[in-house]
């Protein structure tokens, strides 16, 4: 690998790792490739707060340490890009266990919650050639539909004037936390924090279709005893 920003000047195979990781959204970008997006538009989509600049330098970055490579209009992990997998994914599993507290308002974004959600639908539960699913926010006035078409899930900001096959409605943060893992599903529709709305053979689907964060089973397995009984 070709290292060509400034590094900590220490011969130490950490430190090395760090002057290709350590810089500012480095592993988030990062996690994004391994969670299946590819393309430049899509990564600055699911990144709100970085600059599109700023994302063109990091990828050019980990192009040239070896980590990705740039096919056509997709950057794709290279053998040495894969293997951080179980490094990136461990220190989710980290943050979970010791970082993962209720979420802060800042950090509640609706539209980037939907972008999320539609990369984990699960389209092999649904019938027919579309689906739209309406996003239904309780305390954000802006509306959201994930329109699947032909299998592939897209999300919409504005109405696309298809009839709506499922409503889902919830408060921002109460999604999130499902959707996270700090909250079972189950407990968020007793509670009437999420509700489904549409014909009762797709919504008993939703559970299934509306798969979670990669993250979730994490979050879920290592909530304090204490967070698991207020959920449950």
Sequence with gaps: ???????????????RALDVLGERWSLLILRDLFLGTTRFNDLARGLPGLSRSLLAKRLRQFERAGLIDKIGADHLLTEAGSQLEPIL??????????????????????????WWMHTRV???????????????????VRRFWIVIESAVPSVCETDPGYPVD???????AGLYEVW??????THAQRTGRITFTGPAALTRRMPAVLRLSPVAGYVATTAHPEQRTRAS
């Design 122 to 140: 699960d389209t092999s539960m649904l019938p027919g050639r579309r689906q739209v699913l309406h996003v239904r926010f309780t305390d954000d």
């Design 89 to 114: 994914f461990g220190l989710g599993e980290w943050g979970a266990r010791w970082t993962f507290g209720a979420p802060q308002e800042e950090e509640l974004d609706a539209a980037l919650l939907v």
């Design 166 to 172: 499922v409503t889902i409605s919830a408060d921002v």
């Design 1 to 15: 690998m070709t290292i060509t920003t400034a590094g900590y000047g220490q011969y130490c195979p950490i430190s």
């Design 180 to 185: 996270l893992g700090r909250m079972p599903l």
